[in-house]
């Protein structure tokens, strides 16, 4: 239940994104209890391959605890997370991350590669997956949705003949 909580508020900061344009993923950082940071994805406007909802979240609540370290914490994301954030989640040393929906593109929790279980890293994060998943994809198929009907009306009006 715990779980569910904290990805509606993942989801609430994915809305953030979609406002801004970008694909609609958010995350957030937990402490003891409480949502220490957040974070939503925005490497378009901030011309930032990395600005991904995990990184976003990680930077935050590294510059509060004033550490790049977060042991005790956990991250919450309203999608899978990529190998660069996978790779650094297992180095902020997260106690956990939970995700929503699988990335069959590039998912490196499972659905491509699972990092979180390569032995032979130092660090052993764990990892669950599937929260919420339908509303956490729901979210990103709306999205894709709405792009593509918006592509197809600027190409419909660019279409038409001017009116003489």
Not at 71 to 78: I, K, S
Not at 122 to 151: I, P
Request: overall charge negative; hydrophobic content about 45%; proline content about 5%.
């Amino acid at each position: 239940m715990q779980d569910s909580n904290y990805m509606r508020q993942a989801i609430s900061q994915a809305h953030n994104a979609w406002a801004l344009g970008e694909v609609p993923v958010g995350a957030l950082v937990v402490k003891d209890g409480e949502i220490i940071a957040t974070g939503f994805n925005q490497p378009i406007g901030t011309h930032d391959p990395t600005a991904h909802a995990e990184i976003m979240a990680l930077r935050a609540a590294a510059s509060i605890l004033g550490n790049y370290r977060l042991p005790g914490c956990e991250l919450y994301v309203t999608l899978e997370p990529c190998a660069m954030c996978a790779g650094a989640m297992m180095h902020a040393r997260l106690a956990r991350v939970v995700f929503g929906a699988s990335d069959p593109k590039t998912g490196a929790c499972g659905s491509i590669v699972n990092l979180f279980e390569q032995e032979k890293l130092n660090h052993h994060t764990e990892l669950v997956g599937g929260v919420m998943a339908q509303e956490c994809g729901s979210l990103l198929k709306d999205f894709f949705a709405a792009r593509r009907t918006e592509a197809q009306r600027a190409i419909a009006e660019r279409l038409e003949p001017d009116p003489v």
